[in-house]
Every structure is written in structure tokens, then in C-alpha cells.
């Protein structure tokens, strides 16, 4: 069965508050992020293939949770801005 919108929400709002996690993530204030809606991503089929959360800091995309059909997340990203001297 693959997990729907709302499951793949519960899911990264559960992993984003481990403690190992908030210790790993690259930005500071990861403690006030929130998450947005999630994103179902297909196949070149156009069958469900996974889900993306958006991690959202101050209204801003900041990094994002990839959770599989099967409820398991296969990754946590940040984004960070490069800024040119």
C-alpha cells in the first residue's frame, strides 16, 4: 500500500523532531521549522513513486524529507544559499 499525503506528513513531522536529526541538520533554527504540503512525485510511467516534504523556515523552502510509497524516508536535505563575495 502506498502511504498517502497525509501519512507522508505525519511521517517527516515524526523523524524531523528526533533528536539525532535536529543535531544533523545544517541550520540552526530547525527547531521552528515547519513543513509544507507534500508532493507526490511519479515515475516516467506516471505511477506514485514518492513523496517530498518541503521544510519550510520562515515561509521559505529550506530543505525537504523524501519518503518512499512504504512510509520509509530515504533522505533529509538542507539547502544553503551561496552568496559571492
Known amino acids: 500500500m502506498f502511504v498517502n499525503c497525509d501519512q507522508a506528513l505525519?511521517?517527516?513531522r515524526a523523524q524531523i523532531k528526533q533528536?539525532?536529526?535536529?543535531?544533523?541538520?545544517?541550520?540552526p533554527s530547525w527547531s521552528d521549522a515547519s513543513l509544507g504540503q507534500p508532493v507526490l512525485v511519479e515515475d516516467v510511467?506516471?505511477?506514485?513513486?514518492?513523496w517530498i516534504v518541503p521544510l519550510l523556515i520562515q515561509e521559505q523552502v529550506a530543505g525537504f524529507v523524501r519518503i518512499l510509497g512504504?512510509?520509509?524516508?530515504?533522505?533529509?536535505g538542507t539547502f544553503v544559499e551561496i552568496r559571492n563575495s
Open 45 to 50: 510511467f506516471k505511477a506514485p513513486s514518492y
Open 70 to 76: 512504504t512510509g520509509k524516508i530515504t533522505a533529509i
Open 10 to 12: 505525519e511521517i517527516a
Open 19 to 27: 533528536p539525532e536529526v535536529q543535531r544533523n541538520l545544517a541550520n
